[in-house]
């Protein structure tokens, strides 16, 4: 009782002991596990297209880090507007400008339509962002956007499904997924950066020392790479699917810390 414990609490502004890198960590943490995947596919990321669902936190970091940190070109987003109530998907054949959008993006997430336009983006349903030619979908939006009746819209192009956002995939569409041989990096693997700096935020409030962004996202890096290669070798050990994989990495260290605490 009495004692000063920030660390309790995660997520604070930087004043009031937050983490560097807690804005870009989930997005950010999405692309290095796409680039650990592409790695293992064999892919040349700069010459791969994403297309993404949303226009979140999530989904701005994912693309800013998909252009700028693996080459490749994003060729879409979608959002919600909030004065047509309805979704749009927003794309640019040449690959959309993440921070330009960002700059005509409200607080709430709206893109600005006729900005938009006026820059040569072409504003769609915002169903259409499945349908693109692609070789990377991060659904970043919502849950169960990928389903029984939408997989059926995934380009064949597409080699590569990374879960920004939580539960996107349904079970029916990853059994399509697995029959045609499509990559999966589950949403508890995916998007896991943002707790992760979370935690930093608790370990440097502990410590009373405090990390530049780059020293912060460095270790972001490293503990997602770290996660993504120990499924990884889970599923090739296993001959599983991604996301079954990460389930038994998961139980299997809940089982070995039960062991060692004698409770099993």
């Given at each position: ?14 004043g ?42 999530v ?12 080459g ?48 040569g ?25 990928i ?50 700096v979370s ?39 296993q ?26």
């Amino acid at each position: 009782m009495g004692q000063y414990t920030p660390g309790v609490i995660t997520g604070k502004p930087l004043g009031g002991g937050g983490s560097l890198g807690r804005t870009e960590a989930t997005g950010y943490g999405v692309i290095y596990t796409v680039r650990e995947a592409m790695k293992h596919l064999g892919l040349d990321s700069t010459k791969c297209v994403a297309a993404i669902q949303g226009f979140g936190n999530v989904a701005q970091y994912a693309a800013i880090g998909f252009i700028e940190q693996l080459g490749g070109k994003v060729i879409c987003v979608s959002y919600w507007d909030r004065d047509d109530r309805c979704s749009y998907t927003v794309s640019k054949e040449g690959g959309i400008d993440p921070r330009y959008l960002m700059s005509i993006t409200d607080q709430y997430g709206s893109i600005n339509k006729a900005k938009a336009a006026a820059e040569g983006y072409v504003i769609e349903d915002g169903g259409e962002w499945i349908k693109k030619e692609a070789d990377v979908l991060i659904p970043a939006a919502l849950e169960g956007q990928i389903n029984a009746e939408t997989v059926a819209l995934v380009h064949p192009r597409v080699k590569l499904v990374a879960e920004g956002a939580n539960g996107p995939t349904t079970p029916e569409a990853d059994e399509v997924f697995k029959s045609r041989g499509v990559f999966m990096i589950p949403d508890f693997l995916c998007n896991a950066g943002g707790v992760t700096v979370s935690y930093f935020e608790s370990v440097q409030n502990d410590m009373n020392y405090y990390w530049t962004k780059d020293e912060a996202l460095q270790r972001l890096d490293s503990k997602i790479t770290i996660a993504f290669n120990g499924v990884l070798d889970m599923s090739i050990k296993q001959n599983a699917y991604m996301r079954d994989a990460a389930y038994m990495v998961a139980i299997d260290r809940v089982v070995k810390g039960m062991q060692l605490r004698g409770w099993v």
